[in-house]
């Protein structure tokens, strides 16, 4: 993750990411400002970064909100790589070289954010502004935080044998 003061001219992306737990009304979620340069790999990390998950898995980005097998636009991690990329729709486009402001070019976009494909942890995204550089800010920045976010292996407290 990089943390930098953008030049005057880069344009931040704000965007709201809720922790999709079957409904969104009332789940988790985060705001997020995001340099307009990122690539949706950086955005990811942030993503993930911003809900306390490690950055472990293979990921993508889906222009249906609920079922991503139906979506007419994808963006994965798999498509960057020789090997896995023909396991892909071929519309399918990587995440190391698509920039954020590239995806999202108008306000109110949606996507869905789906990471890890074993546990299907699912993310609605929502491009809420494209504004200006705020003088001082060092971007990425978690403009706010809602809610507690689930864990992503389970409750750290348990105990594997059970004992005390």
């Known amino acids: 993750m ?31 400002a995001i340099p307009e340069d990122f690539t949706l790999y950086q955005f990811a990390e942030e993503i993930t970064g911003s ?18 097998y139906d979506a007419t636009e994808a963006y994965e991690l798999f498509a960057d790589d020789r090997e896995t990329r023909l396991e892909c729709p071929s519309f399918t486009k990587g995440v190391k070289k698509i920039r954020v402001n590239t995806v999202f070019t108008e306000t109110g976009k949606k996507m869905l954010f789906l990471f890890d494909y074993g546990d299907n942890w699912k993310f609605r995204i929502e491009l809420l502004a494209i504004e200006p550089v705020q003088h001082g800010n060092v971007y990425p920045l978690i403009v706010e935080s809602v809610g507690k976010a689930r864990s992503q292996y389970g409750d750290e407290t348990d105990d594997d044998d059970g004992e005390e």
């Open 51 to 68: 809900f306390d998950f490690y950055f472990d898995h293979p990921f993508g980005f889906y222009n249906h909100l609920t079922r991503y």
């Open 2 to 32: 990089r943390a930098q003061k953008e030049k005057p001219d880069t344009r931040i992306f704000t965007f709201k990411v809720t922790e999709w737990i079957g409904k969104t009304r009332g789940s988790p979620y985060r705001i997020l």
